[in-house]
Nanobody, 118 residues
Framework: QVQLVESGGGLVQAGGSLRLSCAAS????????MGWYRQAPGKQRELVAK???????NYPDSVKGRFTISRDHAKNTVYLQMNSLKPEDTAVYYC????????????WGQGTQVTVSS
């Protein structure tokens, strides 16, 4: 089992920045990929950023160049630095950890609200 606790959400004006943190505990040695997803009201949950244990990252075009994901293995924590925030970035942001290789399991945090005002 993996437990994930997010922090760092809040209210920010358009153009501003926020940094989200996600601390993992439990069976952390089994974690391969960690990532951030978001879900806005009435929309499906979507990928925001992900990072492998080797440090490879992946971003959708909507956040590329504005968001940066990083991972501190010593602290078992993954971060999401969000710059140049836009109102359309408003959503609940969820931390994700994926374990396994051929058969994978997904673990989720409780979510943290990010609100960007125009």
């Amino acid at each position: 089992q993996v437990q994930l606790v997010e922090s760092g959400g809040g209210l920010v004006q358009a153009g501003g920045s926020l940094r989200l943190s996600c601390a993992a505990s439990g069976t952390i040695f089994a974690i391969n990929t960690m990532g951030w997803y978001r879900q806005a009201p009435g929309k499906q949950r979507e990928l925001v950023a992900k990072i492998t244990s080797g440090g490879s990252t992946n971003y959708p075009d909507s956040v590329k160049g504005r968001f940066t994901i990083s991972r501190d293995h010593a602290k078992n924590t993954v971060y999401l630095q969000m710059n140049s925030l836009k109102p359309e970035d408003t959503a609940v942001y969820y931390c994700n950890a994926q374990t396994g290789a051929t058969i994978t399991l997904d673990y989720w945090g409780q979510g943290t609200q990010v609100t960007v005002s125009s």
